[in-house]
């Protein structure tokens, strides 16, 4: 009898042992199925303000730009200002404004007012967009969205016939893509399985693990450089080049190619000495081009139907002499390309 009762427990023992390593062995056999794979898109979001197809001045061919949302500088020339902020922005037009009272309707927060002219309280809005859904003129949009991969890749793909025909491919630009790194590299790993050139516009003001993360999957950065001076940079983007300017080295001596984008803005960039200095800067480790982009108001308005204030004044742009006499004093310094866009 005992040993009858000391087998069935040993019995007992060694299926109670069987079924808790099954169990374990089944838990672990679903954590490596279900884990996010890098090979997989887990449906990562990302916050983007729009994408541009048939563009042809962010990488060579024709691309299609897709711009993040959210950067780390204040450039006071900046063509995107609705990039800022790392969520949705509410963009408002009076001009196109017919009067018609949805919005303040639509809005829980009270922020449209009708005394009796339509006025936008910015300090009462929480940025939710249900007046821009329901306005009928589209005066008030809502600029910000979150994507999935493959909700950009089905805009992506339209254009697969133009990027390879002309050579061209997809730009991440911005706002600063590295500032959502995961969804960047889940979106130029899913171009690059498709036999696309990938692009990443960066200002670099990021942590460098945030460029490791995308390197594997770039063919081209395109690389801001605002000022080397620091007190330039710091002026006219509010905050220090230190980590811009290490980042760059660091990229160009990874042997990534990067192409050197230079915005020429009067009171900052826009000097003889600053376009030497930078040149200087950028000798030690040669681009593959420069391009100078010359300064412009285009992005006025947008500052207005986004409550902002537009701190270039009435700045002038750089004359096209003005802009040739930047490029002679580049090539003086360096050898590679030096183009004016
Ligand atoms: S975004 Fe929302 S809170 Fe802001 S004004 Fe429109 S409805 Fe009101
Ligand atoms: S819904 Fe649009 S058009 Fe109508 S009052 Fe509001 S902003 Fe103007």
């Not at 249900?130 to 600029?143: F, G, R, V």
């Not at 016939?161 to 730009?171: C, D, I, L, N, Q």
């Not at 230079?262 to 900052?268: H, I, L, Q, R, T």
């Amino acid at each position: 009898m005992c040993h009858g009762k000391e087998r069935t427990d040993i019995g007992l023992r060694f299926w109670v042992f069987v079924r808790k390593t099954g169990i374990l062995s089944a838990r672990i056999l679903l954590y490596y199925k279900q884990r996010p794979s890098k090979e997989v898109d887990c449906g990562k979001m990302g916050v983007l303000f729009d994408i541009q197809r048939y563009s042809s001045h962010d990488g060579p061919g024709i691309r299609s730009t897709v711009f993040f949302k959210g950067c780390g500088l204040r450039c006071l020339w900046c063509h995107n200002p609705e990039s800022f902020r790392p969520d949705k922005d509410l963009m408002y037009v009076p001009e196109a404004c017919i009067g018609c009272g949805l919005c303040e309707q639509a809005c829980a927060s009270g922020a449209h007012v009708f005394d009796p002219a339509h006025r936008l309280d910015r300090s009462l809005c929480v940025r939710c967009g249900a007046c821009a859904a329901a306005c009928p003129a589209e005066a008030l949009t809502c600029t910000g969205k979150e994507y999935t991969v493959g909700e950009v890749w089905e805009v992506l793909e339209r254009d697969v016939p133009f990027y390879r025909s002309s050579g061209g491919g997809v730009t991440l630009s911005g706002g600063e893509v590295l500032l959502q790194p995961g969804f960047a590299r889940d979106l130029l790993r899913r171009c690059r399985e498709e036999g696309l050139h990938t692009a990443v516009d960066t200002a670099g003001f990021v942590p460098w693990t945030a460029f490791e993360d995308v390197l594997p999957f770039t063919d081209l950065f395109l690389y801001d450089v605002k000022a080397v001076t620091p007190e330039i940079h710091r002026q006219g983007t509010g905050r220090d080049n230190a980590l811009i300017l290490e980042n760059y080295v660091r990229l160009i001596r990874s042997g990534a190619r990067v192409w050197v984008r230079v915005p020429v803005v009067p009171g900052y960039s826009a000097s003889v000495d600053e376009i030497r200095n930078i040149a200087e800067f950028l000798r030690e480790n040669e681009p593959e081009c420069v391009e100078l982009l010359t300064f412009h108001r285009m992005a006025e308005s947008k500052y207005r139907s986004l409550g902002m204030t537009y701190a270039m004044g009435d700045t002038k742009p750089p004359s096209a002499e003005e802009m040739e006499g930047y490029r002679a004093e580049m090539e003086k310094i360096l050898d590679c390309e030096i183009r004016i866009g």
